[in-house]
């Protein structure tokens, strides 16, 4: 069955760096755009950032420009988000979507930036 596992969130202060990733099985990873979701307490969910299928293209909300970068690794079935400078209003349930003929969710990654 499809499967969609973050992992790497935690606690870090402010000005810390965290690397998530999400493991993908079940599905043809490669052929799947792949995003990263984030869902701050009482807030609706927004999008952080986007990869295309081979990885060649990248895109990034502007709250996040220039500290995260996402890729992926299709021999892996992975994709990663480094997430540097971290700021307390990064503090979010981290999510991973994959998106293509489907559309696939992670059950999410709790990261918490606070001193």
């Known amino acids: 069955q499809v499967q969609l596992v973050e992992s790497g969130g935690g606690l870090v202060q402010p000005g810390g760096s965290l690397r998530l990733s999400c493991v993908a099985s079940g599905f043809t990873f490669s052929t799947y755009v792949m995003k990263w979701y984030r869902q701050a307490p009482g807030k609706e969910r927004v999008w952080v950032a986007r990869i295309s299928s081979t990885g060649g293209v990248t895109s990034y909300a502007d709250s996040v420009k220039g500290r995260f970068t996402i890729s992926r690794d299709n021999a892996k079935n992975t994709v990663y988000l480094q997430m540097n400078s971290l700021k307390s209003e990064d503090t979010a349930v981290y999510f991973c979507?994959?998106?293509?003929?489907?559309?696939?969710w992670g059950q999410g990654t709790q990261v918490t930036v606070s001193s």
């Open positions: 979507n994959a998106v293509s003929r489907y559309d696939y």
